[in-house]
């Protein structure tokens, strides 16, 4: 396993320092319950089956990892072969130990980065990108964000595939107690989505890939977007 620890990070913006520092390592250890037993569930209304189902069909052999959280998502889906190289990039060292440790039985690469920066990866690298439940802790709207969609598309190989999650606040259903819950986390600056709607998603994703297919489920976009081969 080896680690880069970031020396090319810069000047990162407070907003975006806010949006990771709630990920420490005893919230970790709830992450899970809380996030795929019941904020998407019971507040988002998307089952977790949706995202398995998007790992499962679209994970590569060399995956990189926007955003890890803890790790779940990988930890429970299938790869399409038995020693998969995974590169795990976020901002926060917290997170990043934690879904290493957790990954263990991978070869595992961590990443300090800013996925609002160019990707300090090499270009058309990796078969596949994953950005889950990432966008919308992000400060901005999805059309200042959506840059982390192309920093994502310069390393995957010709024909690799970007794919994700986020929860957006227009454009889609939401419930009361999901508007209700979307309120406070905004208020807290653990969630930055007030402005994230889900046409402006789908044209980041026109713009930066040359085809891609975007769902529903609730009130959270699930995509799958291509580079050229």
Known sequence: MSIDHGHHLGTVDQDVLDGQSAYNKRALTFYDLLVYRGSSPLFW????????????TCVGAEHVEIGVGTG??????????????????????????FTAKRLAKFRTNQVRAN?????????ASHDSVALSFLLHCVPGSIKEKGVA????????????????????????PVT?????LMAK?????????????????????????????LVVRGCVGLFRARTAR
């Open 45 to 56: 209304r998307c089952s977790p089956r949706n995202f398995l189902r998007m790992y499962d």
């Open 72 to 97: 779940y998502l990988l930890d429970h889906c299938r790869f399409p072969v038995s020693d998969p190289r995974i590169t795990l990039v976020d901002l926060n060292p917290a997170t990043l130990e």
């Open 115 to 123: 996925a609002l920066e160019p990707l300090p990866l090499p270009k």
């Open 149 to 172: 969609l192309a920093h994502a598309a310069e390393v995957v190989r010709p024909g690799g595939v970007v794919f994700g999650s986020t929860i957006l606040s227009s454009g889609v």
């Open 176 to 180: 009361r107690a999901g508007r209700s």
């Open 185 to 213: 986390l905004n208020a807290k600056g653990v969630f930055h989505n007030q402005q994230d709607s889900l046409d402006d998603l789908r044209d980041q994703l026109t713009q930066h890939f040359v085809s891609h297919d």
